[in-house]
T-cell receptor, first 114, second 113 residues
Framework: NAGVTQTPKFRILKIGQSMTLQCTQDMNHNYMYWYRQDPGMGLKLIYYSVGAGITDKGEVPNGYNVSRSTTEDFPLRLELAAPSQTSVYFC?????????????FGEGSRLTVL | DAKTTQPTSMDCAEGRAANLPCNHSTISGNEYVYWYRQIHSQGPQYIIHGLKNNETNEMASLIITEDRKSSTLILPHATLRDTAVYYCIVRVAPGAGSYQLTFGKGTKLSVIP
């Protein structure tokens, strides 16, 4: 059981480039999330999804886009990368029927924009 | 979701109990207290949660005051592997319509040999 898988683990982008961070989960969870974590800070929610075809903005959505065409996948798109998007990105999933409501996190994708 | 306040850092001797406090004075009646931890920049890991009563699982114990304005996470016998940032989070129950977890800066726990 792989849980939540993120790719790539590391990436360096030049200013203005675009890229997609991939996230997939094999737990059949309806809810999925993207967080970013800047050095020494807590996690901030970028976007979330409560099911296929449904997405919504979190606290810091500017500069990002998401889609949710399947239950398993929740890619995060960065358009026109900026140095302010240098961060570690975490994808997570949860089940609304779960007893604890806990979020399961991936290992993170470390992005540097130069 | 209610705001939480935690100390920035704490030390604990290996083998001793680690007691991590959290203040959440504005917590509402339908909000739970959750604890997560993040080891060495890995993804956060769920530890425990509770509403009113004290809770215990294989990882930790959670003590919530009677007025629910504060709580303490207890790691009964801390090991070096417990060195991590611990986050106290207040949120409504799963499925109650709130999907966000608000992570503050947490408490950096250092377990000392």
């Amino acid at each position: 059981n792989a849980g939540v898988t993120q790719t790539p683990k590391f990436r360096i982008l030049k200013i203005g480039q675009s890229m997609t961070l991939q996230c997939t989960q094999d737990m059949n969870h309806n809810y999925m999330y993207w967080y970013r974590q800047d050095p020494g800070m807590g996690l901030k929610l970028i976007y979330y999804s409560v099911g296929a075809g449904i997405t919504d903005k979190g606290e810091v959505p500017n500069g990002y886009n998401v889609s949710r065409s399947t239950t398993e996948d929740f890619p995060l798109r960065l358009e026109l990368a900026a140095p302010s998007q240098t961060s570690v990105y975490f994808c997570a999933s949860s089940s609304p029927e779960g007893i604890t409501g806990e979020l399961f996190f991936g290992e993170g994708s470390r992005l540097t924009v130069l | 979701d209610a705001k939480t306040t935690q100390p920035t850092s704490m030390d604990c001797a290996e083998g001793r109990a680690a007691n991590l406090p959290c203040n959440h004075s504005t917590i509402s009646g339908n909000e739970y207290v959750y604890w997560y931890r993040q080891i060495h920049s890995q993804g956060p890991q769920y530890i425990i949660h509770g509403l009113k009563n004290n809770e215990t699982n294989e990882m930790a114990s959670l003590i919530i005051t009677e007025d629910r304005k504060s709580s303490t996470l207890i790691l009964p016998h801390a090991t070096l592997r417990d060195t991590a940032v611990y986050y106290c989070i207040v949120r409504v129950a799963p499925g109650a319509g709130s999907y966000q977890l608000t992570f503050g800066k947490g408490t950096k726990l250092s377990v000392i040999p």
